[in-house]
């Protein structure tokens, strides 16, 4: 996979854990692929960091070159707004979703008796379509409610008058179960059939509230009527509308309007801008925009209205915002909502708002930081007399106690910043006794010829914590891979914090409050910190095994467990039997435990 731009690292950095669509942009900023999450930051960055099996995920991720999103309230709001936009803009990487084919739909019939039925074709001119649904299960739980609740018909006969005058047709078991009235004999008058498909409607187009409105005044209809059967009846439809009361923000009784929301912060207006058609979010738009003097809240709005109606063809009358405008703009009718529907969008657009003015912010850290940090590196390139920026830089040095367990570590920084995961440590394997300059010579030879073998990429700058001997056998190590020209080195001694370089008599005396000199100080102080680490584990285990070779009956193998286990002697001194039993057994621990009573 190519290397990722700052813009997509920083973008991957700054995105949300919530429901919403994204939008990947090509480098004519064109919209190339729209898609929904349940958690935006989960999704995108799985395009980044997973390998992808299909040629065309590969083309795709490697024409991104900017990443936009909205955020929504739910995973069905983001699934119905991601199918409104990739209409809008038709991208040309969602080949699969290019039709109304993608979303299951409930289609009502318009028929003597009408019928209710399931589809993914809005093909018939004569019936009425409502959906899309997010998925075929959300589309069932509504199918199955309203089969729960009204006796509507599922059978395909004809049942034009005069087929049914003509006795045609026979009541089936839907009707001996309860499911049915019998329309087909008549059983059933159109009149009460289609005050039904009426209530079925309001059910579809989610207007929850104003059905059990009327639900509620024919119940008490028929309780001052004495038809206490029916009402329970009624009443159990109202409860099993109150139970599944869950209706989208992204599809509701709101049809078409725009949502315009601007906050002021400093010296920018941010702004939001949704179109609504058809009780669905057709088009969100975020835009930040330079306060010019003295100008108000008010202005901003009503210029930017206008200007943002014409860029994407908005013809809605209606306009709802959270700043009160009182305009010249006869056509339009301005409304500013504090409850219901109207609301709930209101509050999806201030959402988007505020998480664009706090992405704005972060953006303006992150720059800050790659600022400070192009600062830095650029300055050790100077001071160091680089050819390049170091941005791959690794530091080395020895530990060792009266020449025994010596040790030595590697450090990696990687843009100034430890990368901890290409940490290594070495044990000396050719050098016996207290000689650091040969620790130091066989430890840098064995790290780059393996870098080498390996064909992994050299640092811009090696850092040995030492004076001119150290740094002297590091280069001898080196010339001997070929690499002493390729590479830059240089050492630190710890006194006076001189600076060595290759063949120069004269040490460099950094500034006390330079920024290079600090950094190479933190790396000294990591390969220090990391190193010591490592040399008291290995003395630990040492110590480990020397005290137990006077103890009959304890192996090797016993003894790395147990160091595995309590990592120190002191540790092991202490434990219980019990404790040692778990670990080595009944009989083992006993002897340990004797021993170390004895001694």
Not at 25 to 52: C, E, P, T, W
Not at 334 to 341: E, I, K, N
Request: aromatic content about 8%.
């Amino acid at each position: 996979m190519n290397p990722m731009s700052d813009e997509i690292i920083n973008s991957l950095k700054l995105l949300p854990d919530n429901p919403g669509v994204y939008q990947f942009l090509d480098a004519s900023d064109r919209i190339i692929y729209i898609g929904k999450a349940k958690n935006i930051k989960n999704r995108v960055q799985s395009y980044f960091n997973s390998k992808h099996e299909y040629y065309k995920t590969k083309i795709l991720v490697q024409s991104i070159k900017k990443i936009e999103y909205h955020i929504v309230d739910s995973e069905e709001d983001a699934l119905l707004l991601e199918n409104n936009l990739i209409k809008t803009h038709q991208p040309k990487y969602n080949v699969l979703l290019k039709d109304d084919k993608t979303y299951p739909w409930i289609e009502v019939i318009k028929e003597p008796f009408p019928r209710v039925q399931t589809t993914r074709k809005k093909n018939n001119k004569d019936s009425l379509y409502f959906g899309p649904f997010p998925n075929v299960r959300n589309m069932n739980v509504m199918f199955k409610l309203i089969h729960d609740l009204f006796p509507v018909r599922t059978c395909s006969l004809d049942l034009s008058a005069q087929k049914i005058e003509q006795n045609k047709h026979s009541v089936c078991l839907e009707y001996h179960i309860g499911n049915c009235k019998g329309p087909c004999e008549a059983l059933q008058s159109k009149a009460e059939y289609d005050e039904i498909i009426e209530k079925v409607i309001l059910l579809l187009e989610g207007k929850t509230s104003q059905l059990i409105k009327i639900l509620r005044t024919q119940m008490k209809d028929l309780s001052s009527k004495y038809e206490f059967e029916q009402a329970e009846e009624v009443k159990k439809i109202i409860d099993g509308l109150n139970q599944y009361r869950t209706k989208s923000i992204i599809v509701s009784e709101i049809h078409d309007l725009d949502v315009f929301s601007l906050v002021e912060t400093g010296d920018s207006f941010y702004i939001n801008y949704m179109i609504i058609k058809e009780g669905a979010v057709m088009n969100i738009y975020n835009q930040k925009i330079k306060k010019r003097l003295n100008e108000s809240i008010t202005e901003c709005a009503l210029l930017n209205i206008s200007l943002l109606k014409d860029k994407f063809g908005s013809v809605n009358k209606t306009i709802i915002s959270n700043v009160e405008l009182k305009s010249t703009f006869n056509d339009y009718k301005f409304m500013f909502p504090v409850r219901g529907d109207k609301r709930k969008l209101l509050e999806l657009s201030l959402s988007n708002i505020n998480q664009y003015i706090n992405n704005e912010k972060k953006k303006a850290i992150l720059l800050n930081s790659k600022n400070h940090q192009t600062r830095i590196l650029e300055s050790i390139q100077k001071d160091f007399r680089l050819k390049t920026t170091p941005i791959h830089m690794e530091c080395f040095d020895n530990s060792n106690l009266q020449g025994t367990n010596a040790v030595s570590a590697c450090v990696v920084f990687k843009k100034g910043k430890p990368s901890k995961k290409d940490y290594r440590h070495f044990n000396v394997k050719t050098v016996s006794g207290p000689d650091d300059f040969e620790t130091m010579r066989e430890i840098v030879f064995r790290r780059y010829k393996r870098l080498l073998s390996e064909n992994q990429s050299l640092p811009d700058l090696i850092i040995i914590d030492g004076g001119k001997g150290q740094l002297s056998a590091a280069c001898q190590a080196l010339k001997e891979l070929n690499l002493e020209k390729k590479v830059a080195i240089v050492g630190i001694a710890k006194r006076l914090e001189e600076i060595f370089f290759p063949n120069d008599k004269h040490p460099l005396y950094l500034d006390k409050r330079s920024e290079s000199l600090k950094v190479i100080q933190f790396m000294r102080n990591e390969a220090h910190r990391f190193s010591i680490k490592h040399h008291r584990n290995r003395r630990s285990k040492s110590a480990l095994h020397s005290e137990f070779e006077n103890i009959n009956g304890i192996g090797e193998k016993t003894k790395e467990s147990l160091f595995k286990k309590f990592k120190t002697l002191e540790a092991i001194k202490s434990a219980s039997e019990n404790e040692l039993a778990e670990e080595i057994g009944t009989s083992k621990a006993r002897i340990i435990n004797e021993y170390f009573k004895q001694s």
